[in-house]
Every structure is written in structure tokens, then in C-alpha cells.
């Protein structure tokens, strides 16, 4: 029996949602919603076949519908709201990150996850990805040592057409911030994999490129301090002229390890030199969204189908969010 299926929100990433989810041979897309419900009904028509309905409101769909599961992907600050009716509605969730914009929304969404009997799911895709498997792999064997610290930098470009295009994006309100929580989380959602949980965080932002246009930052550096000497540099800007690949670097004990893309390089201090030119993926969306959607969502369908614990549960994501409204705090600039 296929599970019925909707979608609220029909932006770019829903695209790569609905094209995901064509796939799942027991997910049937049964209807779609959008405040603007001319783009509900072409994303019905393109991936509802012949079966799916459009509708201009979450409210009307889960009542008209009562979908088995829902996928959220509309602005940062309907994330929560829409969650919450979807999981009091008996509907399993899917999210779109970031999961919230304040802590006091994750609040929110942990009280409702924790009072419905529903699956929820936040999409960190980039937790799938070949890359960040290989260096599980690599962490795990134990022959690199121990992680003594990391750094990350994430440079690409936002110009001003990427703001002006959008009623809700550069704006606290709406998106939440800028550089760290749009473009920068799953590097920063990494970074914490391997490191995990930080006494301390120091950060500073600004808005060095488009300052008068947004009023989010475009760069933000971030200082975390873990216990013992473990240490973390964080860095991400939307300012640089290209989207160019991260880089994520681990310092361990008897070596270091580098992730750039899909390439995992090991320096072992023995002088050992091996580099891991991995597969990436279909990426059916912007390349720098990652190749890890389709394996993601087709892994929150088989926990929902065998009853097992989804890996990105709102528990598994709590870290993350944290570091980030404290970055954003420590910057003085967190979101009203």
C-alpha cells in the first residue's frame, strides 16, 4: 500500500523533493499547496500524475487530503508553524532545513514532535553524502588518532538579484540570518558531527558586500572550544565571486584528514599520503545543495516503513542548532 504524500511550499528545493519522491516506488504525491496556487498547480501537473490537487493553504490541504506524510519546504519561519499543524494533524513531517530559526521555535517543534505519535525528519542531506561516510570510515578504523580540532570555510556568492527575486530572504525575520543558516549549516552541522558538543562559542559577523541591500550577514566567524584542548574555526561568506567547494579539515593525533567536495584527502604524520576520489550521487538540483537528497528522503520512508529511529531526528539535529543561535547571539545578531 503506497503512502499518500504532500508538499507545501513549490520553491526551487521542492523540485528536487517532488522529483525524489516520483522515484519511491511505494510514495504516492497526492496533493500539493502553495500561497501562490498557480505554482501548486504546475508542480501538480508535472509530478502529481494525474492524481495530485493543488491548493493555496497547508490548512486546506490537510483537511481535504489527510495526507500519511508531509514535506515542508517553504521560507525559514513557516518551517515550525507548518510542522506543527502538519504533526498535529497525524501526519508524518520531513523538513527542510534549517529545523528552526530561534531555539524557541525548536522548542516548539520538539513539543509537538514529542505529544504526536509521528515521524519527523530534518533534511541534512550532506550527512549522506559519499565524503562524510568515507570520513566516518576513516575516523572509525582509528588509525588517524584522535580529533584534536577542525576547520571549515564555506566561500561562495549571493548577489543582489538573489534577494530581490525573493519576498522573504536577507531579512532576520523570515530567513533567520544569512550566510550561516542558508548556505553554511550542513558545513557547520559536520563539523559538529566530528567534534561534537562545545563549552564554548565566539563569533562576529558583518555584511561586507551587500550592506544596505539585506539585512542578514554575508560573512560570519565562528570560535568553538570543546573539552579538553579540542578546538574548532568556523568561517563562511556569501561574498567571494563563485560558489566554490567547501573545505572541511580534521586535525587528529597521527594525521589529517580533508574533505573537499567528494574528495577525502589522509595526510598520516608517518608520511603516508592517500587520497579517496569518491562518487557522487544524481544531483538533481544546484550542485552545491549536495547529491545527498534522494538517499535521505529514501531512507526516512524505509525508517517510517520498518518503525526504526530516522538518523536526522530532531535529537540528532538539537547540537547543531544551538552552536547556531549562539553564533548568532554571540554576533549580536540574532534573529527577533
Sequence with gaps: M?????LVGCGSIA??????????????????ADCRRERAVEFAERYGQGIAKAYDSLEEMLASEKPDAVHICTPHFLHVP?????????CAVFMEKPPAITMKQFEELRSAYSRNSGYLGICFQNRYNAST?????????GRIGKVKGGRAFVTWNREAEYYSNSDWKGKFGTEGGGALINQSIHTLDLLLRW????????????NHHLNGVVEVEDTIEIFL???GEKRACFYATTAYVSDSPVLLELECTRGRIRLEEERVSVKYFDGEEVTYLLKAGEIPGKAYWGSGHAVCINDFYRCLESGKEYPNSI????????VMCKAYEKAGMSPK
Design 2 to 6: 503506497k503512502r499518500r504524500v504532500a
Design 15 to 32: 523540485n528536487v523533493h517532488a522529483a525524489v519522491l516520483s522515484d519511491i516506488e511505494k510514495v504516492e504525491l497526492c496533493a500539493f
Design 82 to 90: 507548518m510542522a506543527v499543524k502538519a504533526l498535529d494533524a497525524g
Design 133 to 141: 561516510r568515507k570520513m566516518d570510515e576513516l575516523l572509525g578504523e
Design 195 to 206: 567534534l561534537g558538543e562545545p563549552e564554548e562559542v565566539e563569533a562576529s559577523a558583518c
Design 225 to 227: 572550544k570543546f573539552p
Design 315 to 322: 535529537s540528532s539535529v538539537e547540537n547543531t542548532m544551538k
